[in-house]
């Protein structure tokens, strides 16, 4: 005989299971989402070390950093005409100081480093910045941490050595390598910066209003530095200037927006992690140059993903 008890039991078991696969698939569009953004971040930074190289053909580091930066400023200008009035005046001085530790500074030593060293090391040695995150949250944010979040990055960093070391780079670049040492201890403050005083705002606003500053500071630089006069002539470095823009609107730009997502929505560490794909990147360059890729390239690329896969797991 048919029980209104059983009835009932079998809703609300109907019930539970259609709660547990609507959350199962929230959970799953919601990691697509964050990965989906981690390999558009890995590789637009990932040739942003190379566009760097082509700019410095025809300019200065220093213009080279100076257009990067306005170019990323005018690209996200309206969006700063109509977040400025909404966003808290206590809050800007965070908002500031975030676009230039994340952008500004990091900018310059970059392209100071890239006069000497290559564009391949520079995105090696920019693999540190997951370490300097969870360093700069201990030691100025005060944050707790996990073991496995230690092991995973020190796995992924494990293998961007071995990728530097199969590489093989001559110790006299390592003098220049420090800029972009300090560059990564810039971006780890970062991370903590805006994640610990800058939640509740969209990615876009703090993305605009920070680089509208960092491109307001860095305009004097290429006014001093006759720049301007550079393409009244018939040698007029376009090609350069071109390479600059593209690393403005694109690795600075559009990309800071999703990096700002990517922390906000996927937490600091996992963030951080995209600078460990930056030499897959560098590698993947390498090959449509038709530089050789050993297996032992491949093994250290595996490694990283280790890294990356253990730091994400919940």
Same mark, same amino acid.
């Given at each position: 005989?048919?029980?209104?008890?059983?009835?009932?039991?079998?809703?609300?078991?109907?019930?539970?299971?259609?709660?547990?696969?609507?959350?199962?698939?929230?959970?799953?569009?919601?990691?697509?989402?964050?990965?989906?953004?981690?390999?558009?971040?890995?590789?637009?930074?990932?040739?942003?070390?190379?566009?760097?190289?082509?700019?410095?053909?025809?300019?200065?580091?220093?213009?080279?950093?100076?257009?990067?930066?306005?170019?990323?400023?005018?690209?996200?200008?309206?969006?700063?005409?109509?977040?400025?009035?909404?966003?808290?005046?206590?809050?800007?001085?965070?908002?500031?100081?975030?676009?230039?530790?994340?952008?500004?500074?990091?900018?310059?030593?970059?392209?100071?480093?890239?006069?000497?060293?290559?564009?391949?090391?520079?995105?090696?040695?920019?693999?540190?910045?997951?370490?300097?995150?969870?360093?700069?949250?201990?030691?100025?944010?005060?944050?707790?941490?996990?073991?496995?979040? $230690? /092991? !995973?990055?020190? %796995?992924?960093? =494990?293998? @961007?050595?071995? &990728?530097?070391? *199969?590489?093989?780079?001559?110790?006299?670049?390592?003098?220049?390598?420090?800029?972009?040492?300090?560059?990564?201890?810039?971006?780890?403050?970062?991370?903590?910066?805006?994640?610990?005083?800058?939640?509740?705002?969209?990615?876009?606003?703090?993305?605009?209003?920070?680089?509208?500053?960092?491109?307001?500071?860095?305009?004097?630089?290429?006014?001093?530095?006759?720049?301007?006069?550079?393409?009244?002539?018939?040698?007029?470095?376009?090609?350069?200037?071109?390479?600059?823009?593209?690393?403005?609107?694109?690795?600075?730009?559009?990309?800071?927006?999703?990096?700002?997502?990517?922390?906000?929505?996927?937490?600091?560490?996992?963030?951080?992690?995209?600078?460990?794909?930056?030499?897959?990147?560098?590698?993947?360059?390498?090959? $449509? /140059? !038709?530089?050789? %890729?050993?297996? =032992?390239? @491949?093994?250290? &690329?595996?490694? *990283?993903?280790?890294?990356?896969?253990?730091?994400?797991?919940?």
């Amino acid at each position: 005989m048919y029980n209104c008890c059983d009835s009932s039991k079998l809703l609300a078991g109907l019930a539970a299971y259609t709660d547990i696969c609507a959350l199962n698939h929230t959970v799953l569009d919601k990691r697509i989402t964050h990965w989906s953004i981690f390999l558009l971040l890995s590789l637009t930074w990932g040739s942003s070390f190379i566009l760097m190289k082509i700019g410095m053909e025809g300019l200065a580091s220093y213009q080279v950093a100076s257009v990067r930066l306005v170019a990323a400023g005018l690209t996200l200008l309206p969006f700063f005409l109509k977040y400025i009035r909404q966003t808290p005046r206590s809050k800007l001085p965070f908002i500031i100081l975030s676009g230039i530790l994340g952008n500004g500074i990091p900018a310059y030593l970059f392209c100071l480093a890239e006069t000497r060293i290559d564009s391949a090391l520079a995105g090696i040695l920019n693999s540190l910045t997951p370490l300097m995150a969870l360093l700069a949250g201990l030691v100025i944010f005060k944050a707790p941490f996990e073991k496995r979040q $230690l /092991a !995973g990055i020190s %796995i992924g960093l =494990l293998g @961007v050595v071995g &990728l530097f070391a *199969i590489k093989g780079v001559s110790t006299g670049y390592w003098y220049y390598g420090f800029f972009v040492l300090l560059a990564t201890v810039c971006y780890g403050v970062n991370i903590g910066l805006v994640h610990h005083y800058l939640k509740g705002f969209s990615s876009i606003q703090l993305s605009a209003i920070a680089l509208f500053f960092c491109a307001l500071f860095a305009l004097p630089v290429l006014i001093g530095s006759h720049f301007f006069p550079l393409f009244a002539g018939a040698q007029a470095p376009w090609k350069s200037l071109a390479a600059a823009s593209t690393l403005g609107i694109f690795g600075s730009g559009i990309a800071t927006v999703l990096f700002y997502i990517l922390i906000q929505k996927a937490g600091t560490v996992f963030a951080s992690m995209v600078t460990y794909a930056l030499p897959i990147v560098a590698i993947g360059w390498g090959l $449509l /140059a !038709g530089e050789d %890729i050993t297996w =032992l390239q @491949v093994a250290c &690329l595996g490694v *990283i993903f280790a890294g990356v896969a253990l730091v994400s797991k919940k």
